[in-house]
């Protein structure tokens, strides 16, 4: 199915009085790009925020970094419901060869400006602060082309492969009774709310050059925080998720994995958990991170992982 967009569109055209090109471009994605639902803040009461998805393209004159056109359009969320983007207004461009870039992005319903990623320089797109907890957030994709309009006039149309410049990884605890259980044992009710903190302990990719698809820059000092609900039930859960800037070699990201009870009591600690990532592959480590070993941190868990772990973590890379 077609998906067309609706909102607002800022075009900067050439400026050369000449015969344009009507140019329409449709827009293929290789996965879903979901609405996203709207929050709640209450720091100053309650808020609700909506998010829209944003499609952005430059067209550049080939050999040239300069951008011609710059069109900013807000998709239509109503019929956001596949892999697949009609742009409802053509770029208008001179008759000449172009090469094209497009990203797409989440952005507040009020405003077409950045709201996750910072992209006015297409060659350095990089991470807004602060970090957003919700990994949903920052899903994005990318995609370039190039196209000859020399000889072109009237309407002409062009196709763009999108791809997730991303990598997302799953931390996955497979010891959820034998956590309860010690906490049942030292006399707590075991089920219930927990708070996840996650550390990158040394440098996260930041920022990427969305027309070579290369990282550029890294940056220390990244964590997130997440909530998560144990119940008897339950034999593994999910601490921890995120997505990460990467490119189509495989690297490793360094991570610390604590668990509190929500009132900075800590409950476990996981340090220099090693974590292969690439871009458009999913890492899902699954390990006993909650119960491994007893250690000083206020009566819980303290785990510690290190080169010579000797695989009790399963680490298993899919595409």
């Known amino acids: 199915m077609l998906l067309f967009l609706g909102g607002c569109i800022h075009q900067y055209p050439d400026e050369t009085p000449t015969e344009n090109v009507s140019l329409e471009m449709e827009l293929l994605l290789d996965g879903e790009f979901i609405p996203l639902p709207a929050i709640t803040k209450t720091d100053e009461g309650v808020v609700n925020e909506s998010y829209a998805s944003r499609v952005i393209v430059e067209a550049r004159r080939a050999g040239e970094s300069v951008s011609t056109v710059r069109a900013v359009t807000i998709v239509n969320e109503e019929k956001l419901t596949g892999a697949q983007i009609t742009l409802p207004s053509p770029l208008i461009l ?115 050059n969305i027309i070579t698809g290369e990282p550029i820059n890294s940056a220390p000092g990244f964590s997130y925080t997440r909530q998560i609900k144990l119940t008897d039930s339950m034999a593994e859960c999910e601490l921890a998720a995120d997505y990460l800037l990467a490119d189509d070699k495989s690297s490793i990201i360094t991570v610390s994995l604590a668990v509190t009870d929500g009132k900075e009591v800590l409950l476990s600690r996981t340090t220099d958990l090693e974590i292969p990532y690439r871009r458009g592959y999913t890492t899902t480590v699954e390990g006993a991170f909650l119960s491994r070993n007893s250690g000083n941190a206020s009566g819980g868990i303290n785990v510690g992982v290190d080169g010579d772990y000797e695989g009790e973590i399963n680490i298993n890379v899919s595409h």
């Open 94 to 208: 001179n008759p000449a060869f172009y090469d094209l870039t497009v990203w797409v992005d989440y952005t507040r319903t009020e405003t077409l400006s950045d709201t996750y990623y910072a992209t006015e320089d297409f060659c350095s797109v990089s991470y807004l602060l602060p970090y957003e907890d919700d990994y949903c957030r920052r899903d994005a994709f990318y995609g370039n082309a190039s196209v000859d309009l020399t000889e072109q006039e009237g309407e002409y149309k062009v196709r763009i492969n999108l791809k997730r410049p991303l990598a997302y990884y799953r931390i996955i605890a497979t010891d959820v009774q034998q956590f309860l259980n010690k906490q049942y044992a030292n006399g707590h009710s075991g089920i219930g709310e927990y708070e996840i903190i996650v550390n990158y302990q040394y440098f996260l990719v930041t920022h990427l």
